[in-house]
């Protein structure tokens, strides 16, 4: 009997456990959805700044790497 019991009780925290998990992937896809949605609203309304924005970051992230890929470099 005990053991049919510790088999409910795993069963019952496996589907609670999927079920949170679940949960949390539509939290993060609804959020990963509305940030999409502002970042192209903003594109729209500002391109030329959304344009200077990102190729600052590109440029910094070619920095980056260059500094990260120097031979000697300790890391």
Known sequence: MQSNT??????ALIAHAAQSAD???HSTQRLANQASD????????????SM???????????????????PGNPH
């Open 23 to 25: 949960a949390m992937v």
């Open 6 to 11: 510790i088999t409910d009780a795993s069963n």
């Open 52 to 70: 200077l924005i990102a190729a600052a970051t590109g440029a910094a992230l070619v920095a980056l790497a260059r500094m990260a890929a120097r």
């Open 38 to 49: 502002k970042t192209v609203a903003y594109i729209r309304e500002k391109p030329v700044k």
